[in-house]
């Protein structure tokens, strides 16, 4: 990662590319391979879905790897730890969701072999980023350093 000023702005609105593909994952691409109720799901997309989920998933613990071993600044390091924390909560989301999803599937193939029809229900929400105020504390601390002169691209 790009230790500049420039290259930790675009790494953050990374976490919101990520939030947004799982938001269009999971509001477009997973009902239309469920298909609609009385249609039989797509194998095929769902199996898609899910893997397309998994890189976004993967991507984000990388992402926060990637964060945690860029060398800053001294005066950076409490901004690169809260940044880091930046997809955190997306991640567990995620784990909820995708353990709430296996679970029902699964219920949903024993309802199936007992010849019940299946109805398949899972809300994934995305919490906010949890370190926000402080966040922007540190992001006005290291702008004050750089006004100052305390602090330049070079360090």
């Given at each position: 990662?790009?230790?500049?000023?420039?290259?930790?702005?675009?790494?953050?609105?990374?976490?919101?590319?990520?939030?947004?593909?799982?938001?269009?994952?999971?509001?477009?691409?997973?009902?239309?391979?469920?298909?609609?109720?009385?249609?039989?799901?797509?194998?095929?997309?769902?199996?898609?879905?899910?893997?397309?989920?998994?890189?976004?998933?993967?991507?984000?613990?990388?992402?926060?790897?990637?964060?945690?071993?860029?060398?800053?600044?001294?005066?950076?390091?409490?901004?690169?730890?809260?940044?880091?924390?930046?997809?955190?909560?997306?991640?567990?989301?995620?784990?909820?969701?995708?353990?709430?999803?296996?679970?029902?599937?699964k219920q949903a193939v024993q309802s199936l072999r007992s010849g019940n029809?299946?109805?398949?229900?899972?809300?994934?929400?995305?919490?906010?980023?949890?370190?926000?105020?402080?966040?922007?504390?540190?992001?006005?601390?290291?702008?004050?350093?750089?006004?100052?002169?305390?602090?330049?691209?070079?360090?």
């Amino acid at each position: 990662m790009n230790s500049s000023a420039g290259g930790f702005a675009r790494k953050l609105d990374e976490v919101t590319r990520f939030g947004d593909n799982v938001m269009r994952i999971v509001d477009e691409a997973l009902p239309s391979a469920f298909r609609p109720q009385g249609a039989s799901g797509d194998v095929d997309s769902i199996l898609h879905v899910a893997n397309r989920l998994a890189v976004i998933y993967r991507a984000a613990l990388e992402w926060k790897l990637d964060f945690r071993r860029v060398e800053v600044h001294p005066e950076a390091s409490k901004l690169r730890s809260v940044a880091s924390t930046g997809c955190d909560r997306m991640v567990a989301d995620i784990e909820r969701f995708s353990g709430e999803l296996d679970t029902a599937l699964k219920q949903a193939v024993q309802s199936l072999r007992s010849g019940n029809r299946v109805s398949i229900e899972v809300k994934l929400t995305l919490s906010g980023w949890e370190r926000v105020a402080e966040l922007e504390l540190e992001l006005d601390h290291i702008g004050s350093l750089f006004r100052s002169g305390r602090l330049g691209e070079a360090d």
